[in-house]
């Protein structure tokens, strides 16, 4: 015991804060996008150009690196519980799994929707945006947000106030962080808060970890855009099919895409509350802070 005080006691002022899981949360949170916005300013305000492909590639995996770099560099060693949650250990594995279980997840809410009428392939697509939905719905969306909501946002928040505040703060960012996206809605927003913020959340709950989050997220995106057709979280673009939705908003999810349909609110946020369940039941559930012994 005496041996904590001392240590308690020896700590610096400014280290105590910094440790303190919110401010901690903030202080990665800030570099994390001065790093990775930082980098995508700095490159498209640049003279350097590689021609249309190579600005598509460099401008986007660029600021994908910055932000991987600034996690496993700096922010994976904040805090007074460090840990990386970029491990090499489950890096191909659990990001492969996610991006099947996402695949997966997708598929089912499209074939419900077509079995419902709500869904249809009209003809072959182009597949003229392949390069763009891998990079940016699937790579740049996948890692970086993940990083952000998942390995700062929720990762703090829980060490400050439990699995359950985390879950439906950084749930609510995610969903609300699309509300300014194309044809977006408050129901869509809504439904991206519960169906993807506790199927993500729960994936990381689950894992420990940031790649099975990330698979799931490049794996739903790159799967309606590419395969199915359908708009990403109400951008368009041309995969390999051009589907078309029909019916009511509610169902279909209207020019938002399928994400912002009761479809895929019921099958990925049962397929959520199932990983926030075998969680908890490996003891992945944490209290409040002020609720447990940190010693």
Known sequence: M???QTASAD???????LDFPLVTMVVAGALFLLA???????????????GETG???AGTLLPVLAGVLIYKLVIARMGKHKKDDMPAQGMFGDTLLGLGVGAAIFTTVVGIAAVLGVYRILGPGGSTDLLQIVLLAGVSAGVLEEILLRGIIFRWLEEFAGSLVALVISSALF?????YNPNATLFSSIAIAIEAGILLGGAYMLTRSLWLAIGLHAGWNVTQSYIWGLPVSGFDFDGLVEGQLYGEDWLSGGLFGLEASVIAL????????????????????VKPMWSRNDG
Request: net charge neutral; proline share 2%; aromatic share 16%.
């Open 2 to 4: 005496s041996n904590v």
């Open 11 to 17: 700590t610096p002022l400014w280290k105590t804060v």
């Open 36 to 50: 990775s916005v930082g980098t995508d300013y700095l490159f498209w305000k640049s003279e350097l150009s590689f």
């Open 55 to 57: 600005d598509l590639v």
């Open 175 to 179: 969903g609300f962080g699309h509300a």
């Open 266 to 285: 019921g099958v990925a946020t049962a397929a959520g509350i199932w990983m926030v369940w075998q969680a908890a039941k490996q003891g992945n559930w």
